[in-house]
């Protein structure tokens, strides 16, 4: 059965990634409309450590003073969360199409159908790692963490790749409307807009530094950078990995208690 | 229809037409599409929300630019962007409203009716005006609270009004044009991200002197960051002449092309 269920899990998992690659439309604009927010952002905002170090002699954006290094994480992070409501997305449309009705009337393990989608969020946001390192690697970033910093990110960013997707698959099943999964488009936003992603906390002020600085994505974003702009630390690492992954947990349970109720419902 | 009913058909439009006069039928349809704001506030909500978001996010994301020379107040600095941004969906608005009338059919309805075509357009223009008096007033009064100051005084809430004025028609007729010739929700994307280009690629953010490379070419030359200057006229420091006159060219220029865009369009629509 255990054997059974594994095997299950790998079909749907393999099919979940594989509708992922077919439609372009669903990970090509979580590739490309960060890159060219970042191209945008280090073009506008590219003088401002310099200046800040010159006329004050802080260095907030590290200690190179190099906005494109600083906006490394930022990239990856944005790209990672909205690219990672494609799974819920793309679970709503089962449901919407009735094939998830029709999944769960045959003896598959329940687990394995969100196991299945979740796979190809994390797949996604893993890839799309890869894919921005690449890219800032040939615009000159570097990892100053070396190959044990350069391995957080991807990690990170497949964590919180299932955190996201388990989240938007937690509302797939309550709501089973794509527009509703879509909807939390502008959530996601907003939360990584009042986050340390584009801007350091430090210079911020009030209530939207406060926010900021508890925002969960910050200290998931700043153990990413470190990696990036001072060199490996365990801690930071930590920080970078545990808190996606504490979110993907509770993602994952909510997404499990969803699925019992609505089948419990029927 | 045969050839002499047709006839007959054009005539009676015709003279329908010399009786209908432009004023009347501009202000029902732009009362029409008000009205659609309490009808269908989900399709008006985001032109409201997302200003408030811009003007809340970008000063408290970008409040440390003071220390980099950018400016001295990020609440004045960026109330003029949202409020700029906002009215630009307001005219995106205008396109999505064309849109949905142009599947559902009722613009077939338009066009048949007996009203002079300029009101097609001057209708959803003065709408836009209108609704775009919604986000202006919100994001203004949210700036005040949020710390903005405004050196230029009462001419600085006008040199605002009236760029964010000029940039909701210079998007509503180029959406419009775009609906006309789409015909379809389709042409959405294409009508939203007119706005991001000609905005974020101008001194939305940051001051011509602060950005670097192709950005700071392209911002240089894109006539939107005469309009940013026209809007921040008040907002920033004392209104000037110099600070106004290339925004209040540059609106005029784009109204009359997007205007002109948006007549061929619906003149390729009559039948």
């Known amino acids: 059965?255990?054997?059974?269920?594994?095997?299950?899990?790998?079909?749907?998992?393999?099919?979940?990634?594989?509708?992922?690659?077919?439609?372009?439309?669903?990970?090509?604009?979580?590739?490309?409309?960060?890159?060219?927010?970042?191209?945008?952002?280090?073009?506008?905002?590219?003088?401002?450590?310099?200046?800040?170090?010159?006329?004050?002699?802080?260095?907030?954006?590290?200690?190179?003073?190099?906005?494109?290094?600083?906006?490394?994480?930022?990239?990856?992070?944005?790209?990672?969360?909205?690219?990672?409501?494609?799974?819920?997305?793309?679970?709503?449309?089962?449901?919407?199409?009735?094939?998830?009705?029709r999944l769960v009337t045959t003896p598959v393990a329940r687990a394995s159908i969100l196991v299945g989608r979740l796979a190809g969020s994390a797949a996604l946001g893993a890839v799309q790692a890869l894919v921005f390192i690449g890219i800032f690697f040939a615009f000159g970033a570097r990892v100053a963490g070396g190959a044990a910093g350069a391995l957080v990110l991807p990690v990170a960013a497949a964590l919180l790749a299932l955190a996201i997707g388990g989240l938007a698959c937690a509302m797939a099943i309550r709501t089973g409307s794509v527009e509703a999964v879509q909807g939390a488009f502008p959530l996601l936003f907003i939360t990584l807009f009042v986050s340390s992603a584009f801007f350091p906390t430090v210079l911020m002020k009030g209530w939207y530094r406060a926010v900021a600085t508890h925002n969960p994505l910050t200290y998931m974003i700043d153990g990413m950078r470190h990696q990036v702009l001072y060199g490996f630390d365990a801690g930071q690492a930590a920080r970078a990995v545990l808190v996606p992954g504490a979110l993907a947990a509770l993602a994952i349970g909510l997404c499990l208690v969803t699925l019992r109720s609505r089948l419990a419902s029927r | 229809m045969t050839a002499v009913g047709l006839e007959r058909g054009r005539a009676d439009h015709d003279s329908l037409l010399g009786e209908t006069r432009t004023w009347p039928v501009v202000v029902q349809l732009a009362r029409r599409s008000v009205v659609l704001i309490t009808r269908l506030p989900s399709a008006f909500i985001p032109s409201v929300v997302f200003p408030v978001f811009l003007i809340l996010a970008f000063s408290g994301s970008f409040n440390g630019l003071r220390g980099a020379n950018a400016f001295d107040n990020a609440m004045s600095w960026y109330a003029p962007l949202a409020v700029i941004q906002g009215a630009a969906f307001v005219g995106v608005g205008a396109g999505f409203s064309a849109n949905r009338e142009i599947e559902s059919g009722f613009y077939d309805r338009l066009l048949l009716a007996p009203a002079p075509t300029v009101s097609l357009l001057l209708g959803p223009a003065l709408a836009t005006v209108l609704r775009a008096l919604v986000p202006l007033v919100t994001v203004m009064v949210v700036a005040l609270l949020g710390g903005a100051a405004v050196p230029g005084g009462a001419l600085g809430f006008a040199t605002l009004t009236l760029a964010a004025m000029g940039t909701a028609l210079i998007h509503a007729f180029w959406c419009l044009g775009l609906a006309y010739r789409f015909k379809s929700q389709r042409a959405a994307p294409v009508m939203q991200i007119g706005v991001f280009v000609t905005n974020f690629l101008a001194t939305a953010q940051v001051p011509l002197h602060l950005m670097t490379g192709w950005l700071h070419s392209v911002a240089r030359v894109n006539p939107m960051t005469n309009v940013f200057r026209l809007g921040r006229a008040g907002w920033v420091e004392d209104v000037r002449w110099e600070n106004c006159w290339g925004g209040v060219l540059a609106l005029a220029v784009f109204i009359s092309l997007s205007f002109w865009f948006a007549w061929r369009g619906l003149k390729r629509m009559i039948p």
Do not use: C, Y
């Open chain 1, 1 to 101: 059965m255990a054997a059974s269920t594994l095997a299950q899990t790998v079909a749907l998992s393999r099919r979940s990634v594989v509708n992922i690659w077919r439609q372009p439309q669903v990970w090509v604009p979580s590739l490309l409309f960060p890159l060219l927010f970042a191209a945008l952002n280090s073009a506008a905002l590219g003088k401002v450590p310099g200046q800040l170090a010159d006329r004050f002699g802080i260095h907030p954006f590290g200690p190179n003073d190099r906005f494109v290094d600083f906006l490394f994480v930022a990239t990856l992070t944005q790209g990672v969360l909205f690219g990672s409501l494609s799974g819920g997305s793309e679970l709503a449309q089962d449901i919407e199409s009735g094939f998830f009705d």
